[in-house]
T-cell receptor, first 115, second 118 residues
């Protein structure tokens, strides 16, 4: 069975400071990992994904994420937060070795960037 | 390129009434997903279509929910009759490849339909 945990319901950070939104996952095989962002009354927007290869993945709006197989983590990071980054962030996983397996989304982390 | 289109954006109905949601995926996308998102939670899959075939509807409450994807393009999700607990956001997403073939393609989401059942 697949699962995703986002251990923090809420992350607060000052504008200009680095931010980290945590994600850990569980799959029986190897993972595909995704990060999405959701603004109020909007659908989910794709930020970045890890398929294979380089463990550091760069995505939209200056975000990046690091895949750590030993810790089964895929934390989202940004060197300098903007107020406009305030939103709900979702991590998702799919088992790469189980064709047809659906995506599983985490419960979300609300990021608040304070001016 | 146009994104995933959903309508209506908002719907308010009384319990026991029927309701339908419509989704038009990104052109050329073969896989279509319907998700349920409760407030403050992540999306949960209801049904996945690959072309016109519903390949995974294990999470769809079939006593009251139904869906169709005629001609493998647009899709409609219906609830009849609606219950108070159905109040949520219903998201549609699409991806180009087929999940059953192991695609790594990204899912793209529509804006969702916010359903309120009174």
């Amino acid at each position: 069975a697949q699962s995703v945990a986002q251990p923090e319901d809420q992350v607060n950070v000052a504008e200009g400071n680095p931010l980290t939104v945590k994600c850990t996952y569980s799959v029986s095989g190897n993972p595909y990992l995704f990060w999405y962002v959701q603004y109020p009354n909007r659908g989910l927007q794709f930020l970045l994904k890890y398929i294979t290869g380089d463990n550091l993945v760069k995505g939209s709006y200056g975000f990046e994420a690091e895949f750590n197989k030993s810790q089964t983590s895929f934390h989202l990071k940004k060197p300098s937060a903007l107020v406009s980054d305030s939103a709900l962030y979702f991590c998702a996983v799919r088992d790469r070795d189980n064709y047809g397996q659906n995506f599983v989304f985490g419960p979300g982390t609300r990021l608040s960037v304070l001016p | 390129e146009a994104g995933v289109v959903q309508s209506p954006r908002y719907k308010i109905i009384e319990k026991k009434q029927p309701v339908a949601f419509w989704c038009n995926p990104i052109s050329g996308h073969n896989t279509l997903y319907w998700y349920l998102q409760n407030l403050g939670q992540g999306p949960e899959l209801l049904i996945r279509y690959e072309n016109e075939e519903a390949v995974d509807d294990s999470q769809l409450p079939k006593d009251r929910f139904s869906a169709e994807r005629l001609k493998g393009v647009d899709s409609t999700l219906k609830i009849q009759p609606a219950e108070l607990g159905d109040s949520a956001v219903y998201l549609c997403a699409s991806s180009k490849g087929l999940a059953g073939a192991g695609t790594t393609d990204t899912q793209y989401f529509g804006p969702g339909t916010r359903l309120t059942v009174l």
